[in-house]
């Protein structure tokens, strides 16, 4: 069978096509490198089973040959970067998602979108469900992105309803792992990288805002899970150990043996107090739950920019 993934170069994108790969399938990774990196892919090069074309998806799609499913991961994905880029967010959540609908309908394959919890703003319920409709500001500073996959949301449902495609709906709560970028603003990298140079770690508010860690494997294993599924409905995909955002500042610190100071800066306007996912349906419908730790995701999350900065270091 053969997979296109647009988002290949991206964090999880890239997690994502080596997993295809390893369980036999050809993919065709697609990226327009914004905020991705070809580095990602270096696990493939050579592989007879993984292409890579770098294109921009919102001016169209045209795939030779077969294609039996889409799995749409592009869009740039931490706040850093969909601030930086807030137009290209929204075109690629709405011209460029409905150009991959096309392409799969023209295929007639199935369809997976790569959604956001997100989608539930800044939550008035606790843990979020997936019927649950959200408290999102649509003119707020990460409206580009919160608007652009609640978009893409309702129009994989309505070629769903239109057309009869097998569409599939992932709401991706926080993720982390290697391949993050130490830059890209998000907590994981932001605090890791803070501690792994000796700065102060910065945290937002008074720490008490609260965050759950879902590492790359198991979220990679959700998402192949339900793209295999027959659930059209959106499903959570997450860790539900949450913590406070102090908590696991403390917990890097206490893991890496740093001495550093906690420094505390100005929440920003939405940013969500609470996070965490209710993967009750993903238990059913797919048969999954997380099953990396947050101390083994961690660790292996720390080891690699240890190593990534070493390389800085080193080339400088």
Known sequence: MRIVVAGAAGFIGSHLCERLVQDGYQVLGLDNLLTGSKANLRGLAGNSNFQFLECEIIRGVEVEGPVDGVMNLASPASPKDYMDHPIATLEVGSVGAQNLLELARRKNARYLLAST??????????PQVETYWGNVNPVGPRSCYDESKR???ALTMAYHRRYGMQTNIARI???????MQLDDGRVVPAFIGQTLRGEPIT????GSQTRSFCYVTDLVDGLIRLSQSEERYPVNLGNPHEMTILQFAEAIKRLTGSKVEIKFE???????KVRRPDISKAGEVLGWTPTVSF????????????????AAVAGN
């Open 117 to 126: 919890s997100e989608s539930y703003g800044d939550p008035l319920e606790h």
């Open 151 to 153: 978009f893409s949301e």
């Open 173 to 179: 709560f926080n993720t982390y792992g290697p391949r």
């Open 203 to 206: 945290v937002f508010g008074d």
């Open 266 to 272: 100005d929440l920003p306007l939405d940013d969500p």
């Open 295 to 310: 101390e083994e995701g961690i660790q292996r999350t720390i080891g690699y920019f240890q190593q990534t900065l070493e």
